[in-house]
């Protein structure tokens, strides 16, 4: 008599298997109709949907057969070593003889067909990882391995080491073609950075010359200027202006008006200044070249008036606090029928107070070269100017500005003075 104990595992197990029958059935139903599919698809020569359907059928039900077809199917498609590989299970395996024979006769007619290649490791190195396509492979180092005819990646990997990658056509039938894998150097250190950080930094020193990608600026100022050149008076300006990076571009337009003139004369300027375009582009965040192009409405008798301005920048870190700032170009003045060039260059230092206020000190140079317009020949003035971050988005900013070297004709003083109060905001 078989106990109760043993009795329950033998009904279990029945119960098991009765349940998995129905299943299993259908699977191999289901496999059945994949093989049938790729069979026909093998009639009609689309071998690429009769491989997919013999893999299909073998997932569900592995056997034998549907092996000896997919490499029937894989030699269609030029897979000599998937193919080569299939056949020899089928000769090895195989109780059907006649297929067996069959597929035995084809391993050696493709196997002098196969393209090979050899891993070849020049250094031995501790970790070294060697990938095909994503797979290990570094066991087959020294040794002759069949591919499927294609182009491969292989990488090379160690800790502490720089990676090597290398694309190799394996496509030549019958060939073996050696991957060689050289000795992997040692990783470079990350350079230290040579702009400022990510975003748009709050200290002056850090800041980039052109709005990063994304980014845009509004800003708006008054100007307080003693000068009575031409004007005959001591006028305040106002300024609108905006920038947007675009990828390593800086677009600008602004534009301005005399909020204030003293008398009536017959130089009184209109009410709207001047309207200004700028085009900037950053060789990196401390270097960059900038073109500007200012357009006057008429002055008195003078007519209608531009500047147009190319120069390059240029900015060195010598401290995260400190910068050395500088610009170099030309300006090329038009009034009316009298025009000038003017090369101008700048200089000076940026120091970080603290978190929030910064300091700047410009000398700015200018020698006219040409024309009419200018009696002296140079111009020189010194600009000093506080900007005090309130937030990341926020600024404002003064800044004073004396000339030393007025190179203007006729002007009844010689020197000229101004403070420009604004501020910036970055939404």
């Known amino acids: 008599m078989i106990p109760c104990?043993?009795?329950?595992?033998?009904?279990?197990?029945?119960?098991?298997?009765?349940?998995?029958?129905?299943?299993?059935?259908?699977?191999?139903?289901?496999?059945?109709?994949?093989?049938?599919?790729?069979?026909?698809?093998?009639?009609?020569?689309?071998?690429?949907?009769?491989?997919?359907?013999?893999?299909?059928?073998?997932r569900l039900d592995p056997t034998i057969g549907t092996v000896y077809n997919l490499a029937g199917c894989h030699e269609k498609l030029g897979k000599l070593a998937s193919a080569y590989t299939e056949l020899k299970q089928v000769a090895e395996r195989d109780s059907n003889k006649a297929r067996a024979a069959d597929a035995a006769a084809r391993v050696v007619a493709l196997e002098p067909r196969l393209t090979r290649f050899k891993l070849i490791i020049t250094e031995s190195t501790v970790g070294l990882v060697v990938e095909r396509d994503g797979v290990d492979i570094t066991a087959f180092a020294g040794q002759v391995v069949p591919v499927d005819p294609r182009r491969y990646t292989f990488t090379a990997t160690a800790p502490g080491l720089e990676p090597y990658t290398t694309v190799v056509d394996l496509t030549r039938e019958g060939a073996t073609i050696d991957v060689t894998i050289p000795a992997l150097s040692t990783k470079r250190e990350a350079p230290p950075p040579s702009g400022p950080p990510a975003g748009y930094p709050r200290s002056l020193a850090q800041r980039p010359f052109t709005m990063p990608d994304g980014l845009y600026e509004l800003g708006a100022a008054t100007l307080l200027s003693t000068s009575d050149t031409m004007f005959q008076q001591a006028p305040i300006d106002a300024f609108v202006a905006g920038r947007v990076g675009i990828q390593q571009f800086e677009m600008g337009l602004a534009t301005s008006v005399h909020a204030r003139y003293a008398e009536v004369t017959m130089t009184r300027p209109r009410l709207w200044r001047s309207v200004t375009g700028t085009l900037a582009y950053a060789i990196t965040p401390m270097f960059a070249g900038r073109l500007v192009y200012t357009r006057y409405h008429p002055i008195g008798d003078l007519g209608q008036g531009s500047d147009l301005a190319i120069a390059m920048l240029r900015k060195y870190l010598v401290a995260p606090r400190v910068a050395i700032a500088g610009s170099a170009g030309f300006v090329f003045l038009q009034r009316g029928d009298v025009n000038e060039l003017v090369l101008e260059s700048t200089f000076g230092p940026q120091i970080t107070a603290t978190d929030a206020l910064s300091f700047e000190v410009v000398a700015d140079?200018?020698?006219?070269?040409?024309?009419?317009?200018?009696?002296?020949?140079?111009?020189?003035?010194?600009?000093?100017?506080?900007?005090?971050?309130?937030?990341?988005?926020?600024?404002?900013?003064?800044?004073?500005?004396?000339?030393?070297?007025?190179?203007?004709?006729?002007?009844s003083s010689n020197d000229f003075r101004s403070v420009t109060i604004g501020v910036n905001w970055r939404p």
């Open 365 to 411: 140079l200018g020698v006219a070269v040409g024309g009419e317009l200018y009696s002296h020949t140079l111009e020189l003035g010194v600009a000093a100017q506080a900007l005090y971050t309130i937030t990341r988005d926020l600024d404002v900013f003064a800044r004073g500005f004396v000339g030393l070297l007025p190179a203007v004709e006729n002007s």
């Open 5 to 58: 104990t043993e009795m329950t595992k033998v009904v279990l197990v029945v119960l098991a298997l009765v349940a998995a029958t129905p299943q299993a059935h259908a699977q191999r139903a289901e496999a059945d109709a994949a093989f049938e599919r790729g069979r026909a698809l093998m009639k009609s020569g689309d071998y690429e949907g009769a491989c997919e359907a013999f893999e299909t059928s073998l």
